[in-house]
Structure formats: C-alpha cells, structure tokens
C-alpha cells in the first residue's frame, strides 16, 4: 500500500507520475494543467501518525486516523449542493483526509461518494485512488434476516457508492432481545467471502453482544462508538475487550457536533439568543450530553482547560478534543463531520496529526472530566442512548 498523497488544492489532469527510479526521494510529481510541476511531499513520520490499519485474522483496511464524517449531508445542517459537495470531498481527499464516513439512511451520502470516487478515477493517478477509503453503515429495521434481504441492502449501498466491493460494511441493531443481528452478520460475513466487502464492522454495539459476535467467529476489525472528552464509556468497559481482541474503535461525537470548539467558549445559552444557536440535530443531541454529564457551567470549565492546552500549541479546541480521543486505547480513529460545500475546517483536523499532548495537558484535562458524572451509570455502555426509553 503507498503511501498517502499530501497535496493541497491541487487540481490534477490525471498524468500519471514519473516512474520510482526518476521520482525524488521524498516525493512525486504531477503535471498540472498548464503549469510546471509541483511536488507532492510524503513523510513517512507523518504517516504513522495519519493512518492506521484495521485487521481481523486475514482482513484488514488502512484508513486515515482522522475520518470525514457525513452525517450532515441528511439534510438538517442546510441544503447540499451536489457539486459543491463533491469538490470540498476532493479537497479534503487532496489535503490527505482521504476516509470517508457514511450510512444508507444519511440522505445522498453514498451517492456523493459514487460521484466523488468516479472523479478521482479521471482525475487522479492510480496511487491516489488506493488510498481512498469509503465506509458505509447498514441500520435495517430488526426484521428477520435472510440472505437475500442482507445481500439486497448491500448491492444498494454498493450500487449508490459505485463499487465492486464495499471497504467497510458497519453493522447497526436497534433491538439486543431480536438474536437476529448473529444472522444478518452471518451473512455479511458470507458476502464478505464472495468480494463484495473488504471488512466487516460494527456501529453501536456495547461490550457484551461484542463479546457475542466475536465468540461466533464474526471478524469484526472495528465497533464505531460515542466518543469524547465528556463521553468516556467506551474507556471503561469496551476498551478492554477490544485491547484483548484486537477490535478498534472508531468514534463519532468527538467534538460533540462543534460544542467542544471555541464558538461555545464563554457562552450562555440559557439567556435567549445571547448565545450560539443550538439548530443542528447533532448541537442538540450533545447538547443533551452535557447535561447528563455535569450542565453548562461545567462544560465552560471544561472549554476553557482545553482553551489553554490549544493556545499552548497554537491550535484550536477541536483539534485538541479529537487528538485526545485519538491518544485513548483501542482508538484507531475519529470522526470529524464535514458540511461539504457549506462550511470547511481542513487546516484544523490536519493539526491534529503533528500535535502531541504532554503530561500536564492530559493531566488538566483529566481533572475537569472526573468533575463531571459517569456516564456509564447515567446512560449505560456503548450504544445504550439508542435502545433505552
């Protein structure tokens, strides 16, 4: 596997590099349409830190620690522009974001990825496309699980992606008294054999039906969780069996749907319209985090440590909250979401990969979230908010 290619905003004519012995040591070249060439530089230092590779016995996936999350293409953030969309998927590609998060119910999600990867096979060289990494989530109704019904929703996504094989199929069950979900991951397991998905995962599931799946020699390489600094369940329980299985974690609500960043920094949203607005589904469901975690004025305690940390190492308190995240055990990556078209923060997820947090900002930040309740008592284990009135 090459490594990625690191080029910001660059627009590429599909001209193939130079062969390995002509290329510089530290680089490739790609001509640009009516311009001399540019270098696209690739440090392996970097690279150990911006990828990372999933496996179960023989299967496994490279994907960039840091991934572009699309739930906000259902809809509720704005309307999408298709276009727009796919060029800032581009951009982020060309920046080295280059994974891309999805579901078969986030609006036109797939799609956008089936147009998107069909502009990278004309416009970018061989070596780009392999290291772009499209993973989907199937959420069926708990009904019962046939082949035919597992291999129908998974020839949609595969169609609207517009792939010969899916790079991760994640597996969500609404419903733990229906044992149907060891059926449906049966056959997503037998599709996984015939080539139509590269690895098998899961969204959503807690620690114990983990245990489940994987005593029935389900090769699950990934479980993607609720994960953040307020939301530490996934450290006291599910952590462990996934150290001792090899299973990563993959996480979402890392920056708690853009509540852990400085836009929320000394606000009081209880006063009518003195603060940011609460008007995304995602600000709203974290919001509802926060108040099980310790309420607003604990969350300003919280926004301000991590202020300092970020100003210490000239960043922002995203990328502080996702490099946190990403320094936990059996966390491979972490999501960002991505209003494609509507709004961009590259530069800020890409300092993610060269900050590192010492002994004195991991011990802050540690003091401030021991204030706060353990979630695990209030909401339950990983996936619980889903399956509990």
């Not at 004519?13 to 012995?21: A, F, K, L, N, V």
């Not at 509720?76 to 298709?82: A, H, L, M």
């Not at 990934?222 to 990563?248: F, W, Y």
């Not at 059996?330 to 991505?338: E, H, L, Q, R």
Request: proline letters at 5%.
């Amino acid at each position: 596997m090459p490594s990625a290619l690191h080029c910001h905003h660059v627009h590429f004519i599909g001209s193939r590099p130079r062969s390995p012995s002509k290329a510089p040591r530290r680089g490739v070249f790609w001509k640009l349409a009516g311009s001399s060439s540019i270098r696209c530089y690739q440090s392996s230092d970097e690279e150990k830190t911006r990828r990372v590779t999933l496996r179960n016995n023989g299967d496994s996936l490279e994907i960039c620690r840091v991934l572009n999350g699309m739930w906000q293409t259902s809809g509720s953030w704005g309307r999408i522009d298709r276009d727009d969309a796919v060029e800032a998927m581009l951009r982020h590609a060309d920046a080295g974001l280059s994974t891309f998060d999805m579901a078969d119910h986030y609006g036109p999600a797939e799609d956008l990825f089936g147009i998107f990867i069909n502009r990278v096979r004309r416009e970018r060289p061989p070596e780009y496309l392999e290291t772009i990494r499209g993973l989907t989530k199937w959420v069926p109704p708990p009904v019962k699980m046939t082949s035919s019904f597992v291999r129908d929703a998974i020839n949609v996504s595969r169609k609207r992606m517009d792939v010969a094989a899916l790079d991760m199929l994640q597996f969500h069950w609404w419903d733990y008294s229906n044992p149907g979900y060891l059926d449906a991951l049966k056959h997503i397991t037998d599709l996984k054999e015939e080539g139509k998905i590269k690895t098998v995962a899961l969204t959503n599931f807690d620690t114990e039906r983990l245990q489940i799946i994987l005593e029935n020699d389900i090769p699950v390489v990934s479980n993607q969780v609720q994960h953040s600094i307020v939301d530490m369940r996934p450290q006291q329980k599910m952590a462990e069996l996934c150290q001792l299985t090899g299973v990563k974690l993959i996480t979402y609500g890392t920056v708690m749907g853009g509540l852990l960043s400085e836009k929320f920094l000394d606000t009081n949203i209880s006063i009518p319209f003195a603060g940011p607005p609460l008007n995304t589904p995602s600000l709203q469901k974290y919001k509802r985090m926060v108040d099980a975690w310790g309420g607003w004025s604990q969350f300003q305690v919280l926004l301000q440590t991590l202020k300092k940390v970020a100003s210490k190492h000239g960043v922002t308190i995203p990328t502080v909250a996702v490099k946190y995240i990403l320094d936990q055990p059996a966390v491979a990556g972490s999501m960002v979401g991505v209003r494609l078209g509507l709004a961009e923060h590259i530069k800020d997820t890409n300092d993610v990969f060269s900050l590192v947090l010492d002994e004195e900002d991991v011990a802050n930040i540690q003091e401030v979230t021991k204030s706060g309740r353990d979630l695990l008592k209030v909401i339950g284990d990983c996936g619980d908010e889903y399956r509990r009135a």
